[in-house]
């Protein structure tokens, strides 16, 4: 005891005192003093993270109203503090709802809902709310309007941190030009050195969300984001917990609460994936663990099961007696595994020989009893003189196959002698070899123990198992009933049983109808929207289970094009459509991205670890319907196993198209090197070889096209009276199958097109286009009529740069 626990008695009074110094807090009052803990740390981080805040609501409203978000966020200069304007279009909200959801914390309608969403707890626009009124003293001001109705409601509101209530400061109907929607102003205390933050967070927002519209006006930038689609998110469906993710005192709380009698209707009823089939598993496991399983022995000869049988039963007719024997040894026989038997076998099999028509004579409960009794002791020789040989046998042959060849015969034999005498059970002992796993693996020990020591042999951990795995294989489930769920409410250690049996059965993972993906081309759309790249790349992984919650991991890449060639990669991190502008160190996206080898797919990577460089953008996004944050700021995702495997998987199945890319590209520029070699080359050859001979200078072109396997596309003309016939030719000389595009622009209306050739006329010229599928080593002719002085430009796409000679 210390000095002060000892004193605290002296003074007469003072637990008294103690006691009325104690007093409960609201959890506002709890964050006005812990405002870092949401991510209001700083007066640069506070404004980025109240933006976050009421973005996030804003397309949370939108989006559960159906409609296709349109946001403005403005901030102005106003003296020494910064103001946060925020409207959107989504249905607005009720008078009686608005005070809550932006004064009271913890005030929300998804913590219970299992599915996808941005925000659960309530906390981010209040706590938004509650740092202005820290920081500057003044109200918030809010602006709603429900659709249909004839004004707007106004508010000017604080949050009592006391009792963790809406305060209203003003209130009044007001005109505004939304026909629905929601504005919120706040006064607060900040700064813009975190204006990279603030436009990433914009920036990445818009990735994530294509489907939304966003503009954001700041004292030094004004800019705006269209949506790339029309499309919104996929609706999500709540979902019932699953047995795997579920913990000891939830299952307490919902068997308290649950209506249903039965621990099979219990599990059907409240979670989700589990049927009949899946029920029962869920009980047979149970069983195990609860009551724990019966040993399994072999059945010794029928005859000796009769005689036992006979003895057992007295003053009963010799014929109905025989009748009886026959049908428990026959009953054991239809019951039996390997001509192996448990228990309860017995107990079953005399019940049903004893209600069998046939018999015409009553065997009670006392004679079944009585014969359960015998029968039993003459499959286990319990309480007969050298009689439990079949036992010793069988737990040899167990011990035998479980061991490695390594242990000699005798070694194993006394093991499974010292094992054996463990079942053969004293006068207060029960007879029918029930034993939990736990107890079985005691009994291996204790037999292991002797043999080592006895015997100066060895049995590891692993050869004890296995040993457990081999016994246990042989027993069986028992029937009892298990616990009604009333009884098992008030039993944790029966509710821990039967929580470990749901996590050890094997369930069909959780549905994904509560998740809502980006989907892989929107992601790549996202991005196009936002970053000017060369090459995009996207995946979406199939769903997964952490702890019981679904989850999907999706990834995308952009190279090239106007990004940032110095320095390294852009990551983008998103949870639930959501950007995760700080902490990028401690956050497990980060965590596998530096892991992997990005050389093998041909990023430049210093020291071959950590994010690599280059003009690259990698992203990667987690919907889920719980996503594990390393704290209540949600930052950054926690270090989950599961997660971060299919985090990697995902950002490899996008790198794998951005190797393909690049080594296309590396490929093609190799390919045009040698081309301007021999373009400078085959010139200066063709003019000497003209000089030695005498003869004019051959057209190089068509050498140069065969020479690099390249695809030829000539243009010829020949008079033909008033008009000039136009003949465009395209030969394939590369390996493959090649489907140029070809547009031709003309002059002058163009006749008698070849077949496959099409004319548009646009502001005077008419564009030919045709799109011939040209085999390896073969050609395609075009050709068509056009009057004496047009003239030509011809257009060739679909064939990289490097494999394509025109000639015009």
Same mark, same amino acid.
């Given at each position: ?322 009748a009886f024997a026959e049908g428990v040894v026959s009953g054991l026989h239809d019951l039996a595994s390997d001509d192996r038997v448990a228990h309860n ?274 992203? !990667?996004? =987690?919907?889920?319907? *719980?996503?594990?944050? +390393?704290? %209540? @700021?949600? $930052?950054?995702?926690?270090? #989950? ?84 016939? !136009?003949? =465009?030719?395209?030969? *394939?000389?590369?390996? +493959?199958? %090649? @489907?140029? $595009?070809?547009?031709?622009? #003309? ?62």
């Amino acid at each position: 005891m210390t000095s002060f626990q000892s004193s605290l008695g002296e003074e007469e009074g003072i637990a008294e005192e103690l006691a009325e110094s104690q007093r409960a807090i609201s959890i506002a009052e709890f964050f006005e003093k812990n405002k870092q803990m949401l991510g209001f740390n700083s007066g640069a981080r506070g404004l980025v993270t109240a933006v976050k805040e009421a973005v996030d609501n804003a397309l949370d409203a939108a989006e559960e109203a159906k409609i296709l978000p349109d946001i403005y966020v403005e901030i102005q200069e106003s003296g020494d503090y910064y103001t946060l304007i925020v409207e959107d279009n989504g249905p607005g909200i009720t008078k009686e709802s608005l005070p809550k959801v932006f004064g009271k914390l913890l005030y929300g309608s998804r913590f219970h809902s299992r599915e996808q969403s941005r925000g659960q707890q309530g906390i981010g626009i209040s706590a938004a709310v509650l740092y202005s009124q820290l920081t500057s003293g003044k109200p918030a001001r809010i602006t709603s309007r429900t659709e249909g109705a004839a004004d707007a409601n106004y508010y000017e509101l604080i949050v009592d941190t006391d009792e963790n209530e809406p305060e209203i400061r003003a209130e009044r109907t007001a005109s505004w030009d939304r026909p629905h929607g929601t504005r919120i102003e706040l006064e607060m205390e900040g700064n813009m050195r975190a204006r990279q933050q603030l436009h990433d967070y914009i920036k990445h927002t818009a990735v994530v969300n294509p489907h939304a519209r966003i503009e954001l006006k700041e004292p030094q930038e004004h800019f705006k984001f269209e949506r790339a689609t029309d499309e919104l998110p996929a609706e999500t469906e709540e979902i019932r917990p699953h047995p795997h993710g579920v913990e000891l005192g939830n299952v307490l709380k919902m068997l308290k609460a649950s209506e249903s009698h039965s621990v099979s209707g219990f599990l059907q009823g409240e979670f989700t994936r589990v049927g009949r089939k899946t029920s029962d598993s869920i009980v047979d496991a149970f069983r195990d663990r609860y009551y724990g399983r019966e040993m399994t022995w072999t059945m010794p000869d029928d005859e000796a099961l009769h005689h036992a049988i006979a003895d057992a039963v007295n003053n009963k007719p010799a014929d109905a007696k025989a009748a009886f024997a026959e049908g428990v040894v026959s009953g054991l026989h239809d019951l039996a595994s390997d001509d192996r038997v448990a228990h309860n076998h017995v107990e079953a099999a005399v019940e049903t020989a004893a209600e069998a028509d046939a018999i015409n004579t009553t065997f009670g409960k006392t004679v079944q009893e009585n014969v359960v009794d015998a029968t039993w002791r003459a499959i286990t020789g319990y309480g007969v003189t050298e009689g439990t040989d079949r036992i010793l046998d069988d737990v040899r042959k167990h011990a035998d196959a479980a061991t490695s060849v390594q242990k000699d015969d005798a070694t194993v034999a006394a093991f499974g002698e010292r094992l054996a005498a463990k079942f053969v059970p004293d006068e207060d002992e029960d007879v029918r070899n029930r034993l939990t796993r736990k107890e079985l693996r005691e009994y291996v020990d204790r037999a292991a123990d002797m043999t080592e020591e006895r015997e100066e042999a060895t049995f590891g951990d692993t050869a004890r198992e296995n040993i457990v795995d081999e016994i246990w294989d042989a027993m069986v489930t028992v029937p009892d009933d298990p616990p009604l769920v009333r009884e098992l409410a008030d039993d944790r250690d029966g509710t821990s049983d039967f929580v470990a049996a749901m996590r050890e059965t094997d369930i069909m993972a959780p549905p994904t109808s509560c998740l809502s993906p980006i989907t892989a081309e929107l992601v790549e759309a996202g991005l196009r929207q936002v970053y000017d790249a060369e090459f995009y790349a996207s995946a979406t992984r199939d769903a997964e289970v952490h702890a019981g919650d679904p989850f999907v991991v999706e990834a995308g890449i952009a190279y090239g094009g106007d990004l940032e060639a110095e320095g390294q990669a852009d990551v983008l991190r998103f949870a639930n459509r959501v950007p995760l502008v700080y902490k990028r160190g401690g956050c497990a996206i980060t965590g596998v991205i530096k892991d992997i080898g990005w050389r093998n797919y041909n990023l430049d990577q210093p020291g071959g670890r950590g994010v690599p460089s280059g003009p690259v953008v990698i992203m !990667v996004h =987690v919907a889920s319907t *719980n996503v594990p944050f +390393t704290s %209540e @700021s949600k $930052d950054a995702v926690a270090s #989950v196993e599961v997660i971060e495997d299919e985090v990697e998987l995902a950002i490899r199945e996008a790198a794998r198209e951005l190797k393909s890319y690049l080594k296309k590209q590396r490929s093609m520029r190799k390919r045009q090197k040698k081309q301007n070699v021999l373009a400078e080359i085959l010139p200066q050859m063709a003019e000497k070889v003209a000089h030695v001979t005498g003869q004019p200078s051959p057209n190089i072109d068509d050498a140069m096209a065969r020479i690099m396997n390249n695809v030829l596309v000539e243009r010829e003309t020949a008079e033909n009276g008033d008009g000039q016939t !136009v003949t =465009v030719v395209v030969e *394939n000389h590369s390996s +493959t199958n %090649e @489907s140029p $595009d070809v547009t031709d622009i #003309v002059t002058a209306e163009p006749s008698n097109l070849s077949d496959g050739a099409t004319v548009v006329e646009m502001d005077g010229e008419w564009f030919v286009k045709w799109n011939p599928t040209v085999k390896s080593g073969d050609e395609a002719v075009l050709e068509y009529t056009v009057s004496a002085d047009a003239s030509f430009d011809l257009s060739v796409s679909e064939v990289e740069a490097a494999k394509l000679t025109v000639n015009q």
